[in-house]
């Protein structure tokens, strides 16, 4: 071999010791970016062991986990261990929590829009409204709950809400006079037990259990799923099958964790968040029609209120909330219209 060649041999050595080098560099760095894509978002919720809002969380996190094949996990914090629904949403308003299913009240208290959800007896089945939630008035309150940085990715449900109490049965309006009942912190659920003349008094739900077993309040108002979790029944004598309003559960990202999230996977969310809310209504249906019964038996007693009464006595509501908030109540009302056809 000349002393050129054996020159020429060496270079190609040592170029290929560079591309070796340059290949191992470049696989760390892969490492290590897949390594810093690795997440934990924090989930809190303020539902009970048991509860639709609960299972589907719990859904959600797997869904997610499974989805971006281990890397994104979802701690689910549940029974407002991480604070009251209103106080997680301001945690996510703030940036110091990524995920809350929360509340349609104390979404209310930041977007006096969604309160519209709860006119009295605008719903008398979830169904009825989960069309709406997901179509251009449910988009319209998304954007003017991102406004207020609170990103809702999807409306899950809570369903339909009669009144426990202490003190009797309440079968018409006039029942409910002088009667102190616990409400969430929504300005619709306070301005319908006004029109009542109940004396609302907001409690947060985490506290609930204990102030309607000390006396503190006589009763309150909640779904069946809720009063079933949370294990209400056992500290309330009467339950009254009013009906007289509808929640949803907003589940709610915040922006600035959804912004730090690649594309693929906010679709792995995306997706994951849309399974678990079909599940999650379907569940709070199915949990619903057999709970009456489990409720009987573990002791409460049960009668059914005169809806049409209480349906008339709330009607100044309407036009309060019509003063109020203007076009989004006819656009709710009209669309209704649309969903019963
Ligand atoms: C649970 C509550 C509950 C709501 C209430 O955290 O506060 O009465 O109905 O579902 O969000």
């Given at each position: 071999m000349s002393k050129g060649e054996r020159g020429k041999e060496e270079k190609m050595k040592d170029s290929t010791v560079i591309v070796l080098l340059v290949c191992c560099l470049a696989c760390a760095s892969l490492l290590i970016a897949a390594e810093a894509e690795a997440r934990t978002l924090i989930l809190g919720h303020g539902a009970a062991p048991g509860n639709p809002r609960t299972l589907a969380c719990d859904v959600f996190a797997k869904l997610v986990s499974d989805g971006s094949g281990g890397r994104i996990s979802i701690q689910v914090q549940g029974s407002e261990q991480l604070g009251s629904d209103v106080e997680m949403l301001q945690a996510v308003q703030i940036g110091a929590l990524d995920i809350t299913a929360n509340s349609q009240g104390p979404l209310a208290t930041i977007v006096p829009e969604a309160a519209t959800f709860g006119l009295p007896f605008l719903f008398s089945m979830p169904q009825q409204a989960w069309q709406i939630l997901d179509g251009p008035i449910g988009d319209k309150l998304a954007a003017l709950s991102e406004n207020q940085g609170l990103k809702v990715l999807a409306w899950w449900d809570n369903g339909i809400r009669h009144i426990t109490n202490n003190?009797?049965?309440?079968?018409?309006?006039?029942?409910?006079?002088?009667i102190k009942l616990r409400t969430p912190k929504d300005p619709m659920t306070i301005d319908i037990f006004k029109a009542l003349g109940a004396n609302p008094t907001p409690i947060a739900f985490g506290e609930l259990y204990l102030a309607l077993r000390q006396g503190t309040v006589d009763g309150q108002e909640n779904p069946l799923v809720n009063i079933w979790s949370s294990k209400l029944y056992e500290v309330q004598k009467y339950l009254s099958l009013s009906g007289h309003k509808y929640e949803m559960t907003p589940f709610i990202i915040c922006p600035k964790t959804w912004q730090s999230l690649s594309s693929q996977d906010q679709e792995v969310i995306q997706h994951a968040v849309q399974l678990a809310k079909t599940y999650q209504r379907l569940e709070l249906v199915r949990q619903e029609s057999m709970l009456l019964d489990k409720l009987v038996a573990g002791g409460i007693k049960v009668n059914k209120a005169n809806q049409p009464a209480f349906h008339q006595a709330t009607k100044p509501v309407y036009e309060s909330w019509r003063k109020k908030m203007g076009t989004i109540v006819d656009d709710l009302l009209k669309a209704t219209e649309d969903a019963r056809k």
């Open positions: 003190v009797r049965p309440i079968k018409g309006p006039t029942d409910l006079h002088g």
